[in-house]
C-alpha cells in the first residue's frame, strides 16, 4: 500500500466554483501534512501546511482528520491561475524523517 | 534571490552509458533531498543528505545509482549502465535543516530520457 493515496482526478471546474481534493495516508504516526502545488514541467512548490486544527490561507482551505487519516483542500472561487497540479504530501517519522512521501497528485483545470 | 539549480535541465542518453546529474542547493542550507518523478506520478524519495553524509539512502532503486555531496554543498547523482526505465524527471530539493518542519525547496529537475 502506498504511503499517500489521491484521486488523480482531473478535475475541471468553471472560474469561481468550488472545489476540494482528497487524500488519505497510511502511517498513522504522522505529524507533517503539505499540500504542493506543481505547474505543468515544472518543481513543486510548497502551497500551504495542513494543522491538526484547519487552517486557512485566503481562499484556500486546508483540514486534517487524523481519525480518518484523511488530508483535504478546498478551492474557494476557482482562478485560471489555479490550474495545476496539487500533491498531497506527508512527511516521515522516525528512522525517514527526512522524507516527504507524494500522492500522485490531483490534476485541476479551471475555464473561463 | 538564487533557488536550487540542476543542471543539464535535460540529458538523452543510450542505453547503458553513465550520466551524472547535478544540484546546487540554496546556500545555507545543511539539507538536500533527491527524488525522481515519472509521468503521472508525484515525486519519489531517493536519498537524503544532511550536510556531507547520506542520512538516508533507503529510497535508492538499486546499486547502479549513487550520490555524493563531499563538501555539503553541490551533489550529484550517479547513474550507471542507465536503462530505459531510468527516464523521469530527476528532482533535487534543500531545506534549512533536515529534522524538523522546514520547508523543501526543490530545483526545476533533470529530465533524463534514455533511449
Known amino acids: 500500500r502506498k504511503e499517500v493515496e489521491q484521486d488523480p482526478g482531473p478535475f475541471n471546474v468553471p472560474e469561481g466554483a468550488t472545489v476540494a481534493f482528497n487524500c488519505t495516508y497510511s502511517?498513522?504516526?504522522?505529524?507533517?501534512f503539505f499540500w504542493y502545488r506543481q505547474d505543468c514541467r515544472k518543481e513543486p512548490k510548497l502551497l500551504m501546511s495542513?494543522?491538526?486544527s484547519g487552517n486557512e490561507d485566503g481562499r484556500f482551505t486546508a483540514q486534517l482528520n487524523r481519525a480518518s487519516q484523511y488530508i483535504s483542500l478546498l478551492i474557494r472561487d476557482s482562478k485560471l491561475s489555479d490550474s495545476a497540479t496539487y500533491l498531497c504530501?506527508?512527511?516521515?517519522?522516525?528512522?525517514?524523517?527526512?522524507?516527504?512521501?507524494f500522492g500522485r497528485g490531483t490534476q485541476l483545470t479551471v475555464w473561463p | 534571490g538564487a533557488g536550487v539549480s540542476q543542471t543539464p535541465s535535460n540529458k538523452v542518453t543510450e542505453k547503458g552509458k553513465y550520466v551524472e546529474l547535478r544540484c546546487d542547493p540554496i546556500?545555507?542550507?545543511?539539507?538536500l533531498y533527491w527524488y525522481r518523478q515519472s509521468l503521472g506520478q508525484g515525486p519519489e524519495f531517493l536519498i537524503y543528505?544532511?550536510?556531507?553524509?547520506?542520512?538516508?539512502d533507503s529510497g535508492l532503486p538499486n546499486d547502479r545509482f549513487f550520490a555524493v555531496r563531499p563538501e555539503g554543498s553541490v551533489s550529484t547523482l550517479k547513474i550507471q549502465r542507465t536503462e530505459r526505465g531510468d527516464s523521469a524527471v530527476y528532482l533535487c530539493?534543500?531545506?534549512?535543516?533536515?529534522?524538523?518542519?522546514?520547508?523543501?525547496?526543490f530545483g526545476q529537475g533533470t529530465r533524463l530520457t534514455v533511449v
Open positions: 530539493a534543500s531545506s534549512i535543516r533536515g529534522r524538523e518542519n522546514t520547508e523543501a525547496f
Open positions: 502511517n498513522s504516526a504522522s505529524q507533517s
Open positions: 495542513v494543522y491538526s
Open positions: 504530501v506527508v512527511k516521515g517519522r522516525g528512522s525517514t524523517l527526512g522524507r516527504l512521501y
Open positions: 546556500s545555507g542550507h545543511t539539507a
Open positions: 543528505f544532511q550536510g556531507t553524509g547520506a542520512a538516508d
